[in-house]
């Protein structure tokens, strides 16, 4: 083998393009090389000399007489390995592998399909390409029209096993993994299941996720409540709290909490700090839930939140921010304080920033306290929160005996800043104090069906429990609908009570001879009543007492009143008993106010709606 | 040399998975044990290694059609 040739070899061994065009611009008859039975382009294709094949293949294709030179044997054991039972094909003397005949040999199926239209064949080749197809690798190749058409590879038993066994893996855990990601809730909206104490504690301690109740649950260990931004579904299911809840269920709620039912019994707590039972902050909502609570609660904080705040208590939150809506409470709750500081006790929320609607409070619950101001639904109905279509059926009841404390009760709320529309009162609410003031610092006592103290909007409400307050020598305020409205000084809105109605029976009554104020819809009215109506019987056991067909008393030219009405009575002169004026008692009017002869007359007017 | 780098690529990848399999399967058996004796609620591994099967088979799966694809051609 001269120079040459052995550089052309190495050339094509080595995919050198740069020496192969040098050595065949030189010597343009080296590619008309044989290598034995291989050609420079066959050597190219079995060592996948991809330069050399890009740059000479059409020249070399087009070569059909080859000067034979002697075979490498280096490529003749390559080309062993790839021919395989094919090597036979290629054992005659003068036997040649074409390009073609390699290009089968190498299984690339691809090229020879791209080249084969293009060649001149030698009688053998194609029948030598079908069997080395056949023999070699498994292939049919079948030649029609100038054609060629080889079927796909087949992969070797070891590889088909592999795949097939990395198939079904692979399919078999994607089915299991999406499976228990579709059942458990992998695309975090999936609600899970909570079948135990140790599972409802860990989902509130999560503070996220989805989670239903599966069970009823009943609380073994001390509860720590946590602050909460999932959704808890009881679906229909109740947690017994067994006397293990001495905080809240849940710290401050911002997610949701329905169709629960909660049951306090026993509650026996001394409070230093306010206290709700569900949540102590609602943001978030609450609904269709009961409650039942019972038990008792005593303030013993001595005053301790007197400077910054008050002590509240609630069944369902201290703060509710958020929407609390659909709730049923059965409670039967006393509360005693200490009276040196402000205490609370309300059936669903202490502050109301929000929306409370639908609540109904059950009737044979009671809410009982003694030196602490008691209301059925919400203590503070702050400026722009609303309470509608809520319901007091409970005793509610206050005594004190504190000299310095002034009793308050109210059905729904004590203070309202907001809004309270479409709520009813069927409770007996009472407020009485046996205690007496000294020197000049005179306090009072006040008992309202809906509220206590009226400073925004009252509407479309009713009451229908006998409101009652009794003092030893306190001025007293009783209404069907407000025991006192007031216009708040500076503020945007103005205390009206608007197309409310009352019927349960109004009275007030002292041991001594004091200011009492008395009304079927207002106490003492220092803001509007209009489209209102009252068949309450307003009654004292006090002479003196002001008792008015619609208000105890009103405040001159502050008090606005139009389309009022009542029912006669014969203790009752005015519907309003008595004009104030700078601290000055006057005789009653009846301005804005219409007398009936009877409850009959009364659906007769246009603002009678029940 | 390409065919048995990509053979034993698709050997070992399949192993692997295999092995997380193994493991995934009987962490979720425990999880799931666990939470339905009602000690527990699932944790965030749960969800994690649930996920990661989830990638892993799906890769092996993409593997495998590639591999079987290279080889026909």
Known sequence: MNDRIGEILKSVKTDNVKAFTRLTEQKPSLLTLCFGRFPVLSLCYLYDSKKIIGCFA??????????????????????????????????????????????????????????????????????????????????????????????????????????????????????????????????????????????????????????????????????????????????????????????????????????????????????????????????????????YASGGIDDISKGAQAETDSLYFAVYTITNNGTISDCELSLNLSMSGDGDGNAYLSGVASINNGKISNCVIGEKSSLKTETVDVSGIAGENNYGATISNCVNNAYISQSSSHEGWLPNAAGIALNNGGLIESCFNNGAVSASSSA?????????????????????????????????????????????????????????????????????????????????????IIGYCYGGVQLSYSASLVESTNDNAFLGGIAGAGYYIVTVSTDNFYVKQPNIKFGFAAVVYTNTVYSGTDSGVTALESSAELKNTEVYWG | ?????????????????????????????????????????????????????????????????????LKKQ
């Open chain 1, 58 to 291: 059409k020249q070399l294709l087009r070569v059909n007489d080859y000067i034979v030179c002697e075979e490498d044997f280096e490529s003749y054991n390559k080309f062993k390995a790839y021919a395989k039972k094919s090597l036979r094909l290629f054992t005659a003397d003068g036997a040649v592998v074409s390009p073609s005949e390699m290009l089968a040999v190498i299984n690339d199926a691809a090229t020879l399909k791209k080249i084969y239209p293009n060649v001149k064949t030698a009688d053998k080749t194609e029948s030598n390409i079908t069997k080395i197809f056949e023999l070699s690798h498994n292939r049919k190749a079948v030649f029609s029209d100038n054609k060629l058409s080889i079927s796909k590879r087949r992969l070797t038993k070891r590889q088909f096993i592999s795949c097939i066994a990395a198939a079904v893996l692979s399919i078999v855990f994607i089915a299991f993994s999406g499976a228990v990601g579709s059942i458990y809730g992998l695309d975090g909206n999936r609600s899970l299941n909570i079948n135990s104490e140790a599972q409802l504690f860990a989902a509130i301690e999560k503070g996220i996720g989805n989670y239903t109740l599966n069970k009823d649950i009943t609380l073994s260990k001390p509860w720590t409540a946590s602050d909460f931004s999932g959704r808890l579904d009881g679906d229909g299911h109740t947690i017994f709290t067994n006397g293990q809840i001495t905080d809240s269920f849940i710290k401050s709620l911002n997610g949701g909490v329905k169709n629960v039912d909660f049951v306090f019994e026993n509650l026996s707590l001394s409070l230093t700090e306010s206290r709700a039972l569900i949540t102590s902050t609602n943001n978030g909502e609450i609904s269709n839930t009961n409650v």
């Open chain 1, 436 to 520: 007496t003031y000294k020197d000049d610092n005179v306090l009072s006592a006040y008992a309202g069906g809906i509220v206590a103290a009226n400073y925004s909007a009252v509407s479309k409400c009713k009451n229908t429990g006998d409101i009652t307050v009794s003092t030893q020598n306190f001025y007293a305020y009783a209404g069907g609908i407000a025991a006192a409205e007031e216009n708040l000084k500076n503020a945007s809105y103005a205390a009206v009570i608007n197309n409310c109605c009352s019927y349960g029976k109004i009275s007030v009554s002292s041991a001594a001879e004091t200011f009492l104020f008395a009304g079927g």
């Open chain 2, 1 to 69: 040399m390409k065919n048995k780098i990509a053979f034993m690529t698709l050997i070992i990848s399949a192993s692997l998975t295999a092995a997380f399999d193994t493991a995934y399967a009987i962490f979720i058996s425990v999880e799931l044990s666990s939470y339905y004796s009602g000690l527990t609620l699932l944790s965030a591994a749960f969800y994690a290694m649930s996920i990661t099967a989830i990638v892993l088979n799906c890769a092996l799966a993409v593997l495998t059609a590639v591999y079987v694809y």
